[in-house]
C-alpha cells in the first residue's frame, strides 16, 4: 500500500507560472524523497528532505516538509514546457530506509 | 544515461509463457529493486536484493521470482505469466544502506501479456 498521496493528481499550467504538488503519508518518516518521470521512463532524484529538516531548495524547487501535518509540497518556480512529467513522493520509515512512492501528480505545462 | 540498464523494452508475450527481464548496472551499488507501474497506482516493489546472497519479497511478490547473479546483474522472471501482469518494469539500484536510499532507476520494461 502507499505510504504517501501526491494531490492534485493532474496539474495544468501555462508557461512561467509556478506548480505546486503536495504530498501526505501517514506514519513518521526518516526521509521524503521526490522523483520525476517523464512520459514511459524511468524516475530521476530531484531532492532529499529528512525528517529533521523544513526546507529545501534546488535550482528552481523548493521543497517543504511539515511534519506535525504529514505533509510535503513541492514547488517549480517558473515552469517551462520541459517541466511537462509526472512527479513522485517517495517517504521511508523504519530501519530499511526503502523508499514507498506515491501514484504521483500529472503535471503538463503549456508553451 | 546508461548506469541502469534493462533487456528487453518492450516484450509482448501470451499467457502461460515463461518470461525473464534483466537489469544491469554500473554504478556499482549493492542494491537492487525491482518495481512494476500500473497506471493511476504508481510504483510497487517486486523484490529487492542488498547484496548477492540476499534476496527480500517485496509488496507484491506473488507470481514472480527474481535471481542476483552478481553485483551488477539482477533477473525478474515471470514463471508463467498471466495479463494482469500487463505493466511497465523498472529496475532501480541504490547505495549501501545507512542513510536516505535514493534510487537510480532504468529505463523501463513494457510488458505485454495477451
Known amino acids: 500500500s502507499q505510504q504517501g498521496e501526491e494531490d492534485p493528481q493532474a496539474l495544468s499550467i501555462q508557461e512561467g507560472e509556478n506548480a505546486t504538488m503536495n504530498c501526505s503519508y501517514k506514519?513518521?518518516?526518516?526521509?521524503l524523497q521526490w522523483y520525476r518521470q517523464n512520459s514511459g521512463r524511468g524516475l530521476v532524484h530531484l531532492i532529499l528532505?529528512?525528517?529533521?529538516?523544513r526546507e529545501k531548495h534546488s535550482g528552481r524547487l523548493r521543497v517543504t516538509l511539515d511534519t506535525s501535518k504529514k505533509s510535503s509540497s513541492l514547488l517549480i518556480t517558473a515552469s517551462r514546457a520541459a517541466d511537462t512529467a509526472s512527479y513522485f513522493c517517495a517517504t521511508d520509515f523504519g530501519g530499511s530506509y526503502i523508499p514507498t512512492f506515491g501514484r504521483g501528480t500529472s503535471l503538463i505545462v503549456h508553451p | 544515461d546508461a548506469d541502469v540498464t534493462q533487456t528487453p523494452r518492450n516484450r509482448i508475450t501470451k499467457t502461460g509463457k515463461r518470461i525473464m527481464l534483466e537489469c544491469s548496472q554500473t554504478?556499482?551499488?549493492?542494491?537492487m529493486y525491482w518495481y512494476r507501474q500500473d497506471p493511476g497506482l504508481g510504483l510497487r516493489l517486486i523484490y529487492y536484493s542488498f547484496d548477492v546472497k540476499d534476496i527480500n519479497k517485496g509488496e507484491i511478490s506473488d507470481g514472480y521470482s527474481v535471481s542476483r547473479q552478481a553485483q551488477a546483474k539482477f533477473s525478474l522472471s515471470l514463471e508463467s505469466a498471466i495479463p494482469n501482469q500487463t505493466a511497465l518494469y523498472f529496475c532501480?539500484?541504490?547505495?549501501?544502506?545507512?542513510?536516505?536510499?535514493?534510487?537510480?532507476f532504468g529505463p523501463g520494461t513494457r510488458l505485454t501479456v495477451l
Open positions: 554504478k556499482g551499488h549493492d542494491r
Open positions: 532501480a539500484t541504490s547505495a549501501e544502506g545507512g542513510g536516505p536510499d535514493t534510487q537510480y
Open positions: 506514519t513518521s518518516i526518516n526521509n
Open positions: 528532505i529528512r525528517s529533521n529538516e
